[in-house]
């Protein structure tokens, strides 16, 4: 594992920009998201807002495979679950008990819309961001050390934790444990690594919180950064546009807005 | 640099103290190694020493326990920040996982002290030069091997420039060539720094080499304290459950199979062996 982040390093003006610039762009792809009422706009953010950003970033290829990887889970179970179950009157399939309708299948296209640029957005701000560049700039606008904390080490417990299964699903395999073959033989090996992979993590607890004591984690008093974070001018016009633009979708959906 | 008299330390809940009537002193710019077997009470030494015993864990103490002049119940964690610092044996465990670089992780400890950003610089680049990590400066501290990994715990530590270096088994999950990289370290560190140095090690053979003194552990009660050469040829430390160096049980067995003639010092490094096998064999 070599990093265990999704950050890509570009040397691209996107990269270079301040992440607070970066957390504003991506947080308007988020509201729109959120706020817009037509599937079709909602698309339309994710084609000529979110794409275009990654093209910019040099993260293409990454952006958009780790977008359809997220998003078919749920637009399968949203197709099928909102197509069949939810309310409506035009009847496109009956298969026995079960109907398959027009209005589910729209309600489905407008969830999955909303969640593609909610995921996608999130995934290109981590591809295009330094986490511990993002959290710096928080922190110096007054977040607290502490939670910035949290939020890195908790970015970085995913890959930890597959390291540490694939351990522990080793140490299992060498004592005769199945771990291959179908569904449910996998589904049946992760019952013995669920305990010993909880435990020793809580065990080691300890451990990174001594390792931490002894770095001045809990140290009183300002601290101080060795990475420098670059602002100028019109980024700052540009964070305050974007803030206008996200409060003014809110209030548009607040005011019931209706778009054609 | 630390001074021990009649330290007592039992965690809660427990009857039998970890650590009795400890008295040793160690002075400024000495290598100590610190045995014994499992369970001795190692480890809680190390906590003791580092203040994490009792400012972390409690339980009730008495004695007096001092370490580059602090007075270690009396004062805070705080206040034995970068003076004493503490490594220990999972160098995965001593990321702090919130950096991305090797050269941010070994400047946390100077932010949270809120050291001048030109300072941590300066001392970071050098830190990391001394460490052998400078050409790796800008990758991922997960992207390391055991004993790279390991000495940058050292590094993270070593960058707050403590007076003593507490180690409790820092080399236990590195392989041959980890354990020395780590301790070539530490050998430079009392030489050129004269940082003092206390390390809780299983490897003897290791200890032989660097240590100006050994300190043996067993049931919680100094069991033995003297030179390398005097304390690992001890029978008293197989007695307790500690493998001598392969050195000394190697010329034992020679000398109890009468393969050697004169009634020499038993050798406890590779070197001693060499002249020892040279000079007595028949």
């Given at each position: 594992m070599s990093t265990p982040t999704l950050y890509i390093s570009r040397d691209s003006s996107l990269h270079r920009a301040h992440p607070l610039s970066k957390l504003a762009l991506i947080g308007l792809a988020i509201v729109a998201g959120a706020t817009l009422p037509d599937p079709l706009w909602i698309l339309a953010v994710y084609a000529l807002f979110l794409i275009p950003l990654a093209l910019a970033g040099g993260v293409l290829r990454n952006f958009l495979r780790s977008s359809l990887l997220l998003i078919w889970p749920f637009a399968l179970s949203l197709f099928l679950i909102q197509g069949f179950f939810a309310p409506g009157q035009q009847i496109l399939l009956q298969i026995g008990p079960l109907t398959l309708k027009l209005e589910g299948l729209l309600l489905a296209?407008?969830?999955?819309?909303?969640?593609?640029?909610?995921?996608?957005?999130?995934?290109?701000?981590?591809?295009?961001?330094?986490?511990?560049?993002?959290?710096?700039?928080?922190?110096?606008?007054?977040?607290?050390?502490?939670?910035?904390?949290?939020?890195?080490?908790?970015l970085q417990i995913i890959p930890r934790f597959q390291m540490r299964a694939e351990t522990i699903l080793d140490s299992q395999r060498a004592r005769g444990l199945e771990t291959e073959g179908?569904?449910?033989?996998?589904?049946?090996?992760?019952?013995?690594?669920?305990?010993?992979?909880?435990?020793?993590?809580?065990?080691?607890?300890?451990?990174?919180?001594?390792?931490?004591?002894?770095?001045?984690?809990?140290?009183?008093?300002?601290?101080?950064?060795?990475?420098?974070?670059?602002?100028?001018?019109?980024?700052?016009?540009?964070?305050w546009f974007l803030l206008i633009v996200i409060l003014a979708l809110i209030a548009g959906r607040i005011a019931g807005w209706s778009l054609p | 640099m630390i001074k021990l008299e009649n330290f007592t330390f039992t965690y809660p809940e427990e009857k039998d103290s970890a650590l009795s009537d400890l008295s040793f002193e160690v002075p400024t710019g000495q290598f100590w190694g610190l045995i014994g077997p499992n369970g001795a009470g190692k480890s809680t030494l190390c906590y003791a020493l580092s203040g994490m015993i009792p400012h972390y864990f409690r339980g009730t103490l008495s004695g007096e326990i001092s370490v580059a002049g602090i007075d270690v119940p009396r004062s805070s964690l705080g206040e034995m920040t970068g003076q004493v610092g503490l490594v220990f044996q999972n160098p995965f465990n001593q990321i702090s996982g919130s950096r991305f670089t090797i050269r941010g992780e070994v400047a946390l400890g100077l932010e949270n002290l809120g050291v001048p950003r030109s300072e941590i610089e300066e001392r970071v680049h050098e830190t990391l030069e001394h460490a052998g990590l400078a050409e790796l400066g800008e990758r991922s501290p997960f992207a390391l091997s055991g004993g790279q990994q390991q000495r940058l715990a050292i590094a993270s530590i070593l960058v707050m420039r403590p007076r003593v270096l507490i180690l409790d088994e820092p080399t236990s999950q590195l392989d041959p060539v980890g354990t020395h990289e780590v301790f070539t370290l530490l050998d430079e560190l009392v030489g050129q720094e004269n940082t003092t140095i206390l390390i809780a090690e299983h490897k003897l053979e290791r200890l032989a080499?660097?240590?100006?003194?050994?300190?043996?552990?067993?049931?919680?009660?100094?069991?033995?304290?003297?030179?390398?050469?005097?304390?690992?040829?001890?029978?008293?430390?197989?007695?307790?459950?500690?493998?001598?160096?392969?050195?000394?049980?190697a010329a034992r067995a020679a000398k109890e199979r009468n393969l050697i003639e004169m009634d020499k010092e038993l050798p406890v490094t590779l070197s001693d062996a060499r002249g020892y096998f040279r000079e007595t064999a028949v």
């Open positions: 296209a407008d969830y999955t819309a909303r969640i593609l640029v909610w995921l996608s957005a999130v995934v290109l701000l981590m591809l295009i961001t330094r986490p511990d560049h993002l959290m710096l700039a928080l922190t110096q606008r007054g977040l607290p050390d502490q939670i910035g904390y949290i939020i890195l080490t908790a179908n569904l449910l033989q996998r589904l049946r090996a992760l019952i013995p690594l669920a305990a010993p992979l909880i435990l020793s993590s809580i065990l080691e607890l300890d451990e990174r919180a001594i390792a931490l004591e002894a770095r001045g984690f809990t140290h009183a008093g300002k601290r101080t950064s060795l990475a420098q974070l670059h602002d100028t001018s019109s980024q700052v016009a540009l964070r | 080499d660097f240590a100006d003194n050994i300190l043996v552990l067993n049931h919680g009660r100094i069991a033995a304290n003297g030179a390398p050469s005097s304390v690992l040829t001890d029978p008293l430390i197989e007695a307790i459950g500690v493998q001598p160096t392969r050195y000394t049980q």
